[in-house]
């Protein structure tokens, strides 16, 4: 179990808008915090998962769709003896990762613009992907491959979007998103049953299952939505309250449905 997970600490390093001004950068996250509030959220639940896994001090693990590091850099920090790989097919991502890693002094994340089919390294503890998944057609995710780079009891920890998402303000005010997850989310097709079904499917025995991010979590997610369409201005009037919202739906949500979904699977 890993009780010290850190977020976002390298935001001022990933952010290009950050990078160009970095004393406004320190004064915004010195208020504010982190500021995306869809990461924000996911942190809550990965940490959430890292309660249920028992890793060596000396653990290899893989970031899977890495983005920009988020989770390889609050892993690195907590297991310093591990080795964090950070995936990604965006070049560009893994170019901002790679001077993040070196502007923060990191020595055991190791960065690869990859497919996981592509990929050498194996024999890994433990593989994650947050919210990538639904990126990837069904037939196209990479359960086999990942699979065959674990080690024999080692696990693999999917969270991605339910099939299903409840909306509680006007359909209406997020049209264009709406028309954003029509483009990308071509895998958002399970429900947690479905999800479990193929992780078994797959080989791998079942070790959780559960849904997230109830209706105080959406109530945050829209208002921060709108708080950023609005602006800078509304995006900081809003952001606090989002937070608070999230926050709240950690404490009071039972985990029976939700807007994600989450599954760790141990390859026998």
Do not use: C
């Not at 992907?129 to 037939?139: A, G, K, N, Q, R």
């Not at 990942?146 to 080690?151: E, G, Q, T, V």
């Not at 997610?221 to 926050?247: F, I």
């Amino acid at each position: 179990m890993i009780t010290t997970l850190t977020f976002g600490t390298e935001q001022a390093h990933t952010s290009e808008r950050m990078r160009k001004h970095p004393l406004m950068a320190r004064l915004f996250l010195s208020v504010f915090g982190y500021t995306n509030l869809g990461n924000y959220a996911r942190f809550g639940i990965f940490k959430r998962l890292m309660n249920h896994i028992h890793l060596p001090a000396e653990a290899k693990i893989l970031d899977l769709g890495a983005g920009y590091g988020e989770y390889s850099f609050g892993l690195a920090r907590a297991l310093p003896d591990a080795q964090v790989h950070a995936l990604d097919i965006n070049k560009e991502r893994i170019k901002t990762l790679d001077h993040a890693i070196a502007a923060s002094g990191m020595h055991n994340i190791k960065t690869h613009h990859a497919y996981l089919q592509g990929l050498d390294e194996n024999e890994f503890d433990l593989i994650y992907s947050v919210d990538v998944f639904e990126h990837i057609l069904p037939e196209e995710m990479p359960f086999k491959a990942a699979h065959d780079r674990l080690k024999t009891g080692g696990l693999l920890m999917v969270k991605m979007p339910n099939q299903t998402q409840r909306t509680l303000l006007p359909e209406a005010w997020f049209e264009d998103h709406h028309h954003w997850l029509a483009d990308e989310h071509i895998g958002q097709v399970y429900t947690l049953n479905d999800l479990k079904a193929r992780f078994e499917h797959e080989g791998f025995e079942l070790s959780l299952a559960f849904y997230s991010d109830g209706w105080w979590s959406r109530l945050g997610w829209e208002l921060a939505y709108l708080g950023k369409k609005a602006g800078l201005v509304g995006q900081l009037l809003s952001l606090p309250l989002a937070k608070a919202l999230v926050w709240v739906d950690r404490l009071v949500h039972k985990g029976n449905t939700g807007n994600a979904i989450q599954v760790i699977g141990k390859k026998k």
